[in-house]
């Protein structure tokens, strides 16, 4: 396994990034961690320096796992970990009674950060193009995010990502770690709500961007946002790289073109989901490793770059 991802497991189809070990469907997050390799445990232990003596640190404190002592990072007095089973226990909550499956679960960077991503059942049709709910927990134990849950649907029928919420506190659960988060983070029918919400406002603006035709003049507007370059700049005016990247992004809507219903040749949903693909399978990033670009589409440039287009398309009528 490369650098960043530690461990991992998938249930059901393998992902579009093709990392982690399959397992059958999977009930509980007690069997998630377990397949996942997130049976440990972190702890708080004090910071010493030594001049001739030990000498206590003491406004902070270092985050190490149990089993092998391993140091994720350092945070203050205040700070409150949580366990992976206290955070995947309350993920239960949130998807119990049978209202969504278990498909991945892992750690990136060595242990720093874990993850658990649930399938939520039902999907929802943009003029016929089939989109899933996935609804994602990620915590840190390097003091470097908080608990959090955010949203992300996937096209059925190619599996890429076409949208991230984690900037957006109002599309997502947030919660420091602080002495009363778990109580805070009990609160499942709140996720419940929030997920409800956002998916429902996603459907609306997705369907409303399918009405809407992108004429290949707008498309080098669409570009020109997506990789952040002035509106009014050409395409062989940008960098090489950068041009290599949107003429892929042009390549992708006419060759995926198959993919779609005939209402939506043509529209800002197209090119949009060009742009989605593109930061999914064909961006590069600074490691071709898998598991790094798993971590720049849902955190990194990939991210940013399918929210800019997504702003776009959603003014192209305004």
Request: hydrophobic share 40%; proline share 4%.
């Amino acid at each position: 396994m490369a650098h960043e991802v530690e461990t991992m497991m998938y249930a059901g189809a393998t992902p579009w990034h093709g990392l982690g070990k399959k397992v059958a469907g999977l009930q509980t997050a007690e069997e998630a961690i377990a397949a996942a390799g997130l049976d440990w445990e972190v702890e708080l232990v004090p910071i010493f320096t030594k001049n001739g003596e030990f000498k206590k640190v003491p406004d902070r404190m270092a985050v190490r796992r149990v089993k092998d002592q391993k140091v994720f990072g350092l945070v203050t007095p205040k700070y409150t970990p949580i366990q992976n089973r206290e955070a995947f226990q309350f993920f239960d909550d949130v998807v119990g009674e049978k209202k969504a499956v278990y498909e991945t679960a892992g750690s990136l960077r060595g242990g720093e950060r874990i993850w658990i991503m649930a399938n939520l059942k039902g999907t929802l049709d943009i003029r016929g193009d089939e989109i899933k709910r996935y609804l994602i927990l990620m915590n840190s134990h390097d003091g470097s995010l908080a608990l959090q849950m955010f949203f992300s649907p996937v096209r059925v029928v190619c599996m890429n990502t076409l949208r991230m919420a984690l900037a957006s506190a109002a599309q997502s659960f947030y919660s420091r770690h602080t002495s009363g988060i778990m109580a805070r983070v009990q609160d499942a029918q709140e996720i419940l709500g929030l997920a409800q919400k956002y998916y429902h406002d996603f459907a609306a603006d997705a369907r409303h961007m399918a009405t809407l035709m992108l004429p290949p003049a707008k498309m080098p507007l669409l570009l020109n946002a997506a990789f952040d370059q002035p509106m009014d700049r050409r395409i062989q005016d940008v960098f090489p790289w950068v041009q290599k990247q949107m003429e892929k992004v042009e390549e992708l809507v006419t060759i995926d073109r198959h993919e779609f219903p005939k209402e939506l040749h043509g529209t800002a949903y197209e090119a949009y989901n060009a742009v989605a693909k593109f930061t999914d399978y064909y961006r590069p990033y600074q490691s071709e490793a898998k598991d790094a670009r798993l971590r720049g589409v849902w955190f990194g440039g990939g991210a940013d770059i399918k929210k800019r287009a997504w702003d776009f398309c959603q003014t192209l009528d305004k």
